[in-house]
């Protein structure tokens, strides 16, 4: 049974009653769904009276369904409908048909699209609460879900709330019969007499559904699967031109800003990727390495609106792509810096760090290696798809707002959050006041405080849409004392490895190696470069404090609060 669900207020009652016309509701568990309807160019499968459906929940579970395309009355649907569970992470398309495990299913599928391909004829989104119907015996007989569904055609959003009752098998229709009359009556519900995909077909325009297939790369779910193409061979970024802001909105709710941030810098890390696997540009690493922190930044930020158990495996992914991608990056900034060092004295005079060169490249090449071979291997093609099918889902973007158990509503909306959350990560930046200048501060604590002022930063720039002008030199004003602080943790670790080097005359000695020394190794040039960082190391501690003065003044924070004060409303 299949009913229009048109008041948020009986959706979220619905949620919690404990029982309908006698029969018992267990406690409701959520599901994210991502369906895409399939088909032929031709549209064979529903010519024959099915609808092919692929469902893939948060967790990467991929079910595909054959479906009849009707055999609605009033609230009730009779359909016959086949099943089959596949590999996590599946897409199904005309080339892994005959892949599919041996069952009514594929022999069906088969014999309707022959040697046809299968397209995408839409996706839409849903988060559905599941709630078990008990009888007076506390038999199962049946499940109440409660399914928020979005659908987006082209620019348009299309959302609506639905409520379905599914028979256990071998319990008899009167059941359903009696719960019908039960919401009809009692509760006021209209029956919806279409399907999910019969509904989808209505809003798609006239004669655009093929086009839309065809045309995809236009819009986000498209673009992305270009990015990935693309992605996976070396050479320049795709001649595509990527947004240039994320869209988040005041009136979004947060989970909606989550959704579009993390899409938005996904794109820039797969557009990075062919330039970063070609290695002639090393900002194409730096980009492609810096898109990864803004992610793993924004869900750190963005926790509370998502659901990071069902993100377990993009968190999990994100952090060894960063990984990957950082030993390279790490070794590019040290000799970019080491550069800089030479060229302050004459070429005749400047120090000798051959040795120190042919250990650094040494070092390159098998960092260099290992992050091609990550990028080359299943578990980060798998973390890609991961993304992307999080990028094509919607759930609970246009959702009604939250209420915790107790009663009491959830900040839900970007305009109400954001002063909250920037005051918060303000907060976690001062934390560090009683520390900064002080002789005996652990560098450790300059580094935790740079960590800090770029969450801040990123905070600030994830919502730069909504704040006022303003907000850009508060952005710059961070960016200077995240610049210092990254100068400093530069310095600490450039020392480290260098007075390695010194002593065993090769990168970063492996603290398992139990080799012992002969002597130090003779390098002079190593010596007055390791010389100069140490004393810029100095000059940086010495001189942050009047950075941090200025910082800490009446002017950045009255101007915070003016920005705070004009967030858009819109």
Not at 119 to 145: G, N
Not at 237 to 264: C, N, R, W
Not at 282 to 310: G, K, W
Not at 354 to 373: F, G, P, S, V
Request: glycine share 6%; charged share 25%; with cysteine.
């Amino acid at each position: 049974a299949k009913f229009i669900v048109s008041a948020v207020e009986t959706f979220r009652l619905l949620e919690k009653i404990g029982e309908l016309v006698g029969f018992t509701l267990g406690v409701g568990k959520e599901r994210r769904l991502q369906d895409t309807y399939l088909d032929t160019p031709a549209r064979d499968i529903q010519a024959s009276g099915y609808i092919l459906r692929q469902r893939t929940q948060a967790t990467g579970e991929v079910k595909l369904t054959l479906k009849a395309l009707d055999g609605g009355q009033d609230a009730i649907h009779r359909r016959e409908e086949l099943e089959i569970q596949l590999e996590d992470n599946t897409q199904v398309t005309q080339t892994t048909l005959e892949d599919l495990p041996p069952g009514e299913v594929r022999e069906r599928v088969l014999a309707i699209v022959r040697t046809a391909p299968l397209m995408p004829l839409f996706s839409l989104s849903q988060t559905r609460i599941v709630r078990a119907i008990y009888d007076k015996e506390k038999k199962h007989v049946a499940d109440l879900s409660l399914d928020q569904v979005s659908q987006t055609i082209g620019t348009t959003k299309h959302a609506y709330l639905e409520l379905e009752i599914e028979l256990e098998p071998e319990i008899q229709e009167d059941v359903l019969g009696v719960l019908v009359i039960h919401l009809q009556d009692e509760w006021g519900l209209e029956p919806q007499q279409l399907s999910k995909f019969e509904r989808a077909m209505q809003l798609l325009p006239a004669g655009t559904q093929e086009v839309e297939q065809k045309t995809s790369s236009l819009n986000k779910l498209g673009l992305i699967e270009v990015l990935i193409q693309s992605a996976s061979q070396p050479g320049p970024p795709p001649a595509i031109e990527l947004p240039q802001t994320s869209g988040v909105t005041a009136g979004d709710t947060m989970t909606a800003a989550a959704h579009k941030t993390l899409s938005y810098f996904f794109k820039q890390m797969l557009y990075h990727e062919p330039g970063t696997r070609l290695g002639e540009d090393i900002e194409e690493l730096h980009d492609m390495r810096v898109a990864t922190r803004r992610m793993r930044a924004a869900i750190s930020i963005f926790e509370t609106y998502l659901c990071t158990d069902n993100m377990s495996t993009i968190v999990k992914g994100l952090r060894n792509t960063g990984r990957a991608l950082g030993r390279t990056r790490d070794l590019d900034v040290f000799w970019e810096k080491t550069e800089a060092y030479l060229k302050t004295h004459p070429p005749r005079s400047r120090p000798d760090l051959t040795l120190l060169h042919i250990a650094w490249e040494n070092e390159r090449e098998k960092a260099r290696a290992k992050m091609l071979e990550y990028l080359d291997s299943k578990k980060y093609r798998r973390f890609i798809q991961d993304f992307a099918a999080f990028t094509q889902a919607e759930p609970a973007m246009y959702a009604p707002p939250r209420m915790e158990e107790e009663g009491e509503p959830i900040p839900w909306y970007v305009r109400d959050v954001v002063p909250v959350l920037t005051y918060q990560e303000l907060a976690a930046v001062y934390a560090y006041d009683d520390w900064v200048g002080k002789p005996t501060t652990p560098l450790e604590y300059y580094h935790r405080l740079r960590i800090a002022s770029k969450r801040l930063r990123y905070t600030l720039e994830y919502f730069k849409e909504i704040l006022s002008v303003e907000s850009h030199g508060l952005i710059k004003q961070i960016k200077v004392i995240q610049d210092h602080l990254g100068a400093i943790q530069d310095a600490i670790v450039a020392r480290d490895l260098l007075k390695d080097f010194l002593i065993w005359g090769t990168w970063k000695h492996r603290q398992k190696e139990t080799v012992v020394p002969t002597g130090p190794v003779e390098a002079p040039g190593v010596e007055l470069y390791l010389k100069s960082r140490e004393e810029e190391l100095g000059q940086r501690l010495e001189t942050f404090p009047l950075l941090w003065e200025s910082f800490r003044s009446s002017d950045f924070n009255s101007t915070l609060a003016y920005v705070i004060a004009h967030i858009s409303k819109e």
